[in-house]
């Protein structure tokens, strides 16, 4: 099913209906009893949105009662509710010169800001920036956050979180330019974990081959960080001070040896943590559910490359974005 356009919900009533259904490849699989707490392995995984291009971004927005996320190639943001009714929510989303090229252009992760705005990763763009409308009349105007270091611009901000004293952390992999690390317009020759601060200035925390999803612990004493290189695939774990500076840098989980076996598709990539401090990373496979230390305690196995996991505000419901579908599953 090809995507359906249609005008934001605060603006007309009638949806785009596509009753969520189960998909019928994707399970849950128990590795610790401990993770009985959150998962049901009897769980219908249900399919929400599809007929999309590649879906990133899941941003569960509770005012509107609706998940934000974006199709990257599509260069657009879509909102679907929890019934399945699908609509266009913003176009371009991140990539905005009239000038057209290739590659994965599109914004990919959202956020709210302290504020409340929406803030997006846009690859196309190359930038962090926020749109500068009401979340309910959304346009295509936005306000730049951070765009270059050093005088160079960045490759294409790919995901990012805030600590609760509004600074922002966001990672910057090559994955928006057309043509990735030998893109010719690459001016930075790493790819980065950024902070930008309130008042502006950009910092370099660390330097990773593929940098991608990010996460603090509930207390913001940890920060995760997903690395989706097929070579070293693998989740990192830092440890955050009192100033939100980055100290220890430990290896959270390495999952290389899972890459390309049959049933693991994908790599490490989005991830979010539950307020109980356990985490749901997406990776080969589906989702991983880890605790705080470290081991696994379950798999969601979507049948898909899965790109990104969000949850409702109550924590009853986990959204997955998976190729080209939109998936969620009811929490305990």
């Not at 705005?117 to 306000?143: I, T």
């Not at 990192?236 to 430990?250: I, P």
């Not at 049959?262 to 880890?290: C, E, M, N, R």
Request: net charge negative; charged share 25%; aromatic share 12%.
């Amino acid at each position: 099913m090809k995507p359906i356009h249609c005008l934001p919900i605060f603006i007309i009533a009638l949806a785009c209906t596509s009753k969520p259904s189960t998909k019928t490849d994707a399970y849950i699989e128990i590795l610790d009893d401990r993770a009985l707490e959150w998962l049901d392995p009897d769980t219908e995984i249900r399919i929400l949105a599809e007929g999309h291009q590649w879906t990133e971004g899941p941003l569960w927005w509770e005012q509107g009662q609706v998940l934000l996320y974006t199709d990257i190639p599509d260069n657009a943001i879509y909102q679907v509710n929890m019934q399945g009714d699908k609509y266009l929510y913003l176009k371009p989303s991140g990539y905005t010169d009239p000038e057209p090229r290739g590659g994965e252009v599109g914004a990919n992760g959202l956020l709210f800001s302290p504020e409340g705005r929406l803030v997006l990763c846009q690859h196309g763009d190359r930038r962090m920036a926020y749109m500068d409308s009401p979340l309910d009349q959304a346009k295509d105007e936005f306000v730049t956050l951070a765009d270059s270091y050093e005088g160079k611009r960045l490759n294409s901000p790919n995901d990012a979180v805030y600590d609760l004293m509004g600074r922002l952390y966001f990672t910057d992999p090559p994955y928006g330019l057309e043509k990735n690390m030998d893109d010719p317009n690459k001016e930075l020759d790493f790819q980065g974990l950024f902070r930008l601060r309130t008042g502006g200035e950009l910092e370099l925390l660390d330097r990773l081959t593929r940098p991608n999803g990010l996460a603090f612990s509930p207390d913001q004493s940890r920060l995760y960080v997903a690395n989706s290189d097929p070579d070293l695939a693998v989740w990192y774990v830092y440890e955050v001070d009192m100033k939100g500076n980055l100290t220890d840098r430990n290896l959270f989980y390495d999952a290389t040896t899972y890459v390309g076996r049959d049933g693991y598709k994908g790599l490490p990539d989005g991830l979010k943590v539950h307020t109980s401090g356990i985490v749901f990373a997406t990776g080969p496979g589906g989702v991983w559910v880890f605790s705080p230390e470290g081991e696994v305690l379950a798999r969601i196995y979507t049948g898909e490359a899965t790109s990104n996991c969000a949850f409702s505000t109550d924590e009853k419901t986990l959204f997955m974005t998976a190729d080209s579908y939109v998936l969620k599953i009811e929490l305990k």
